[in-house]
């Protein structure tokens, strides 16, 4: 990984790696369930992510990452995350999103590089970043993550061991696909909004 003012990068290699899976797609059938294994009831709180396109439902992992659950739901209730956008889509890789910044229209340069005032320490697991899994974005610095998360959308072992993994989508990948293939600028910020609201349910 190389640090950029878009927090999570991917490096020319993986790039290079994930092009050739983008064609591959998902079945309509298949895009809205859960991750293989997924047991078929939760317990505990879970986040809903309310699109323009549908909503994300995810667990959260507290046995894993407790600090991080605890701050994504700690924002969450805050409203923090209303009204932020999903400010970079990568077909084949992931949707990344919770930047505060992306709330202001006028301030698009800066899309990528906001944060709630403060970092939480890196709770690195072995968990893997498979599809539907929930993880942390972040500078070079193990510990800057803040409120910026993502959603794989294709397995992505590369990141194993370097970001926070807190979550994983059980509800609504169908979602996060519509999302990664809207169109895109140049620096993979989709070119209409797509606005989030965050809600806890426990």
Not at 8 to 30: D, E, K, N, R
Not at 115 to 138: C, L, Q, W
Not at 150 to 170: A, M, N, R, W
């Given at each position: 990984?190389?640090?950029?003012?878009?927090?999570?990068?991917?490096?020319?290699?993986?790039?290079?790696?994930?092009?050739?899976?983008?064609?591959?797609?998902?079945?309509?059938?298949?895009?809205?369930?859960?991750?293989?294994?997924?047991?078929?009831?939760?317990?505990?709180?879970?986040?809903?992510?309310?699109?323009?396109?549908?909503?994300?439902?995810?667990?959260?992992?507290?046995?894993?990452?407790?600090?991080?659950?605890?701050?994504?739901?700690?924002?969450?209730?805050?409203?923090?995350?209303?009204?932020?956008?999903?400010?970079?889509?990568?077909?084949?890789?992931?949707?990344?999103?919770?930047?505060?910044?992306?709330?202001?229209?006028?301030?698009?340069?800066?899309?990528?590089?906001?944060?709630?005032?403060?970092?939480?320490?890196?709770?690195?697991?072995?968990?893997?970043?498979?599809?539907?899994?929930?993880?942390?974005?972040?500078?070079?610095?193990p510990d800057s993550a803040g409120?910026?998360?993502?959603?794989?959308?294709?397995?992505?072992?590369?990141?194993?061991?370097?970001?926070?993994?807190?979550?994983?989508?059980?509800?609504?990948?169908?979602?996060?696909?519509?999302?990664?293939?809207?169109?895109?600028?140049?620096?993979?910020?989709?070119?209409?909004?797509?606005?989030?609201?965050?809600?806890?349910?426990?």
């Open positions: 990984m190389q640090k950029t003012n878009q927090g999570l990068v991917i490096i020319g290699l993986a790039l290079g790696m994930l092009t050739m899976v983008v064609s591959g797609g998902t079945s309509a059938g298949a895009a809205d369930k859960a991750p293989a294994g997924q047991a078929a009831v939760e317990k505990g709180p879970k986040a809903i992510i309310k699109t323009k396109f549908g909503e994300i439902e995810i667990k959260f992992f507290p046995d894993r990452a407790p600090k991080h659950v605890e701050n994504f739901i700690k924002l969450a209730k805050k409203g923090d995350y209303n009204g932020t956008i999903f400010h970079r889509i990568i077909p084949g890789f992931m949707i990344q999103g919770g930047d505060p910044n992306t709330k202001d229209l006028n301030k698009k340069e800066l899309y990528g590089m906001g944060g709630p005032g403060y970092s939480v320490k890196a709770e690195f697991n072995d968990t893997p970043h498979k599809r539907g899994i929930v993880s942390m974005a972040r500078s070079n610095d409120s910026q998360f993502f959603i794989v959308v294709e397995d992505s072992p590369f990141l194993d061991g370097k970001y926070t993994v807190f979550g994983q989508v059980v509800k609504g990948m169908g979602v996060a696909d519509k999302i990664v293939m809207q169109p895109r600028d140049a620096r993979d910020n989709p070119t209409e909004r797509i606005e989030m609201t965050v809600s806890v349910v426990e």
